[in-house]
Nanobody
């Protein structure tokens, strides 16, 4: 069965960096675009960034452009999110998914259980 396991979250101060990792299994990873999403407290789930099968970033949210970098390793079935210059508004639970947010919203695809990122001074 499909499994997506996120790790790397934590509590950091504004301006710090974190790197999130999502390990995938149970599907043909290299054939899927992959996505990172986040849910901030009291807000809806939002797409942060996607990555094509060849590793090109796509659908990067304006709020993270120039700060977050999505990448993947098809040999390791892993997708990463390097988060730099973190700000308090980046706080939330971060999820990876094997379909875009719009498909998740109608019950397609899979996402992991998430990893908490808290940015606070």
């Amino acid at each position: 069965h499909v499994q997506l396991v996120e790790s790397g979250g934590g509590t950091v101060e504004p301006g710090d960096s974190l790197k999130l990792t999502c390990k995938a299994s149970g599907f043909t990873f290299r054939s899927h675009y992959m996505y990172w999403l986040r849910q901030a407290p009291g807000k809806q789930l939002e797409g942060i960034a996607g990555v094509t099968t060849f590793g090109r970033p796509t659908d990067v949210a304006d709020s993270v452009k120039g700060r977050f970098i999505i990448s993947r390793d098809n040999d390791e079935n892993t997708v990463y999110l390097q988060m730099n210059r973190l700000q308090p508004e980046d706080t939330g639970v971060y999820y990876c998914a094997n379909v875009p947010p719009t498909s998740l919203a109608v019950g397609l695809g899979a996402r992991g259980q998430g990893t908490q990122v808290t940015v606070s001074s």
